[in-house]
């Protein structure tokens, strides 16, 4: 059984950065004075150069090595372990996955306007016979 390495493609690592900052192509390269398809072709290379590396790093608002050392696998294990953290912490937990409402008192809510809409249109249906 044989293991391949996956190549550290940069230009990939920055693409799922620049995805994850919710940014633009179009926005990264005003970022670093350039134009969308420099941009596309950086992101479609294997390497970038140190000092261009940089630069973008900065307008990530990343480090250099959290471009180089990115790994989606991490960002969902951080993800995960945080939810699971959260499950497992006291009651006094900032997370509440119940709604700050009572769901019945919506439903009663729903039919009391569905009523008085059947009331203005009995009345309403009472009036026009009335007048004929």
Known sequence: M???????????KISRIRELRDMK????AQALGTNQQAISAMENSETVDEERLAEVAKALGVSVEGIKNFSEEAIFNI??????NYDNAS?????QYQPTFNPLDKVVELYERLV????????YLEKLFKEK
């Open 25 to 28: 192509q179009e926005a990264l």
């Open 2 to 12: 044989s293991t391949v390495i996956k190549p550290n493609h940069i230009g990939r």
């Open 116 to 123: 008085q809409a059947e009331k203005d249109k009995v009345e």
């Open 79 to 84: 993800i995960g372990n945080t939810i699971n």
């Open 91 to 95: 009651m006094n937990s900032n997370i």
